[in-house]
């Protein structure tokens, strides 16, 4: 979570989120060739069948339809909140459609041609027109495209086949039977079976044309479905789509395999973070050894072991967690940076892009050799791998560490709590590395496959380190937040050698950490900045923190550290491992709480907890490493030359 109070819009990410969801699944509504138009407006002799009645609906939805335009609202409560989504949707054949979507907030649309596709953001006035040749399989071409935007991770692939059959009839059965419709007290109306709180009917307008109800609980949508009007008969070019729709408006080119791979990639995973299946829910616990890496599950949760030379490591990493890796990179670049287009009407990639080319110089040589062997083991473009490893810097949680009269033994207690994004689906990835560089201090950091920086870690010399986000993006002019968390962990031994690294380095935007060493029970905040950097030590008051509390350093904000501040002094001299893992629990974890980590540094052990799809990490139980009994087994098995 952030230290600042510019917190990151997390509700309407989520409700944008939706958005996506919404654009895949009305997107799959396309999987079968055109065929001849199966209904006649004309046609609406009010009838009792349901599979009749609600015809040119179902004919849509199991893609049986050819060319025609849905319109229509669906309203209801997301983020405490009744909100509205617009939808039109235009299919004009195989390689033409039109989809937009409407909210107050945010707006988007996609139109594509043979030769062309656009992706535009009214609220922008910013369209990205892409042309150029499709080279892979992830594209939106409507012939097969449900295969491309369901994955076995969406609970969507159980009635995927059911729902987008091409048969409006069958459709029809399936639906009546599972929802146990029975005729309404309207005539063409239907309800759900006991409980559902479902309604469906249809009423036709003045100009015969049917509107569609459904109505469950406290959501609504209204729907029609028509001929496309007689001006858009035949699908407009380039030049007519920009003179009719984006007049005014600025023009950004892109090329056309970006566009359509990170859209439907991005679709493809939403509907897998919002509508998880059990397959990504409860995955298969497969172990594997390769050379230089081994994969184990300790008590659910992964737990990577490497050792060996950067590009070894780095090998190694992508051999065992590709499809984890895979589902980090879909997260963050493909879902997460649609969101982020549609948000601020940037195109995500080129601001990762940008954001990379002022930190690169300033990455270790081995580091950025590790990440090219990670990309060549996962199949993937070297730069690809690069910008994901910068993502933290993009964006701008809380951290405490209690020792001396505050425990209950004189031990150090660090810990570490990441709010940060689980909409997003990161938990999909969350992996425990601990790693032997050759020549360098083995350590363990909790992270996500894909990912080779820190955001928490702990390294064989009893130093722990834990980050916080905060503001100042842009600037980038210094080592990167999580590199520089990384070469703390496998370069200090005290410290007093964390803080001189810290202090003799340029730094990037605004971060606050806590840091503490076990050897002699000392710890620090920090709070960064590209021009300065601050200290605050045990018992030491702050302006932001309020006043000091002896053998404790508490970082957090707003009620989040006020309850923290409670929860210490309640429990001061009584604090133990138990107790430490309360002091994260919710309300100072916040609801997007993502990974907590409790470090007892001079015993060598830590603890892990990460969210689940169905609550955040503090809700979640945490599962005990030993670091020094983990490096023994990396030493037996590979003798590694260890930093003295």
């Not at 594209?139 to 969406?154: A, F, K, Q, V, Y």
Request: hydrophobic share 40%; charged share 20%.
């Amino acid at each position: 979570m952030r230290v600042s109070l510019q917190q990151q819009p997390v509700p309407q990410q989520k409700t944008i989120g939706r958005i996506m969801a919404w654009i895949g699944l009305v997107c799959c509504w396309y999987m079968l060739p055109t065929t001849t138009q199966a209904w006649d407006v004309d046609d609406q002799v009010p009838r009792e069948d349901f599979s009749e009645s609600f015809a040119p609906l179902l004919e849509v939805i199991s893609g049986a339809a050819g060319t025609f335009e849905l319109t229509g609202t669906v309203s209801g409560p997301v983020d405490g909140r009744v909100q509205t989504l617009d939808i039109r949707l235009a299919k004009w054949d195989d390689q033409a459609f039109d989809l937009e979507l409407t909210h107050p907030e945010y707006a988007v649309g996609i139109f594509r041609r043979p030769q062309l596709t656009a992706f535009a953001l009214p609220k922008h006035r910013v369209v990205y027109l892409a042309k150029g040749d499709l080279a892979g399989p992830d594209h939106l071409e409507l012939p097969g495209i449900t295969d491309r935007l369901i994955s076995r991770g969406s609970v969507v692939a159980t009635f995927a086949p059911m729902v987008f059959c091409g048969d409006p009839k069958a459709l029809a059965g399936a639906v009546k039977t599972l929802l146990e419709l029975a005729p309404g007290d309207e005539p063409l109306s239907w309800v759900g079976g006991e409980g559902t709180e479902l309604r469906i009917r249809q009423k036709v307008a003045n100009d015969a044309t049917p509107h569609f109800e459904i109505q469950h609980r406290e959501w609504h949508a209204a729907l029609q479905v028509t001929a496309p009007a007689a001006e858009f008969a035949a699908p407009r070019d380039e030049t007519q789509l920009r003179e009719q729709l984006w007049a005014g408006w600025t023009h950004e080119t892109l090329d056309r395999d970006e566009l359509e791979r990170t859209l439907s990639r991005g679709l493809r995973r939403t509907l897998e973070v919002l509508l998880p299946s059990p397959a990504l829910i409860n995955p298969r616990q497969t172990t594997a050894k390769v050379e230089h890496g081994e994969l184990r599950w300790v008590d659910g949760q992964r737990l990577v072991l490497l050792s060996g030379t950067p590009e070894q490591i780095g090998h190694a990493h992508g051999q065992l967690l590709k499809s984890q890796s895979m589902a980090c990179i879909d997260s963050v670049l493909h879902a997460f940076g649609t969101v982020q287009t549609i948000q601020t009407g940037r195109w995500f990639r080129r601001d990762l892009a940008v954001a990379y080319e002022r930190l690169r110089g300033h990455i270790p040589a081995d580091h950025l050799v590790e990440t090219r062997a990670l990309a060549n083991s996962l199949e993937i473009s070297t730069d690809t791998m690069e910008v994901l490893n910068v993502f933290p810097e993009l964006f701008h949680c809380s951290g405490f560490a209690v020792f001396g009269d505050a425990t209950v033994d004189g031990k150090l207690y660090h810990g570490r709590v990441l709010d940060y994004m689980t909409m997003i689906g990161l938990q999909d990835a969350a992996t425990t590395f601990v790693i032997a560089v050759d020549g360098k201090i083995p350590f363990a950091t909790v992270g996500y496959a894909g990912f080779i920086g820190s955001v928490s870690g702990m390294n064989h010399e009893q130093v722990s380190l834990g980050e916080m986000g905060g503001r100042g993006e842009g600037q980038w002019d210094g080592v990167p937040m999580a590199t520089l968390m990384r070469r703390g962990l496998e370069e200090c031994h005290t410290l007093q050698e964390v803080i001189d690294l810290w202090s003799n380095n340029p730094r990037t935007c605004e971060y606050y950490y806590v840091f503490a060493d076990g050897k002699d029970r000392s710890a620090v905040g920090v709070a960064a900045t590209p021009e300065k950097i601050e200290f605050v030590y045990p018992g030491q008051g702050h302006p932001l923190l309020g006043d000091g509390i002896k053998d404790t350093v508490l970082l957090s904000a707003g009620d989040r550290l006020t309850k923290l501040r409670a929860r210490v002094q309640e429990s001061y001299g009584k604090i133990d491992k138990q107790k430490a893992q309360w002091l994260m629990s919710r309300p100072v974890a916040m609801s997007s709480n993502l990974h907590n980590v409790l470090f007892v540094p001079e015993d060598g052990l830590f603890q892990v907890a990460n969210a689940s799809h169905n609550g955040p990490a503090a809700d979640q139980p945490y599962v005990e490493y030993n670091l020094r009994a983990l490096v023994r087994e990396l030493n037996s098995a590979t003798q590694p030359v260890l930093a003295k």
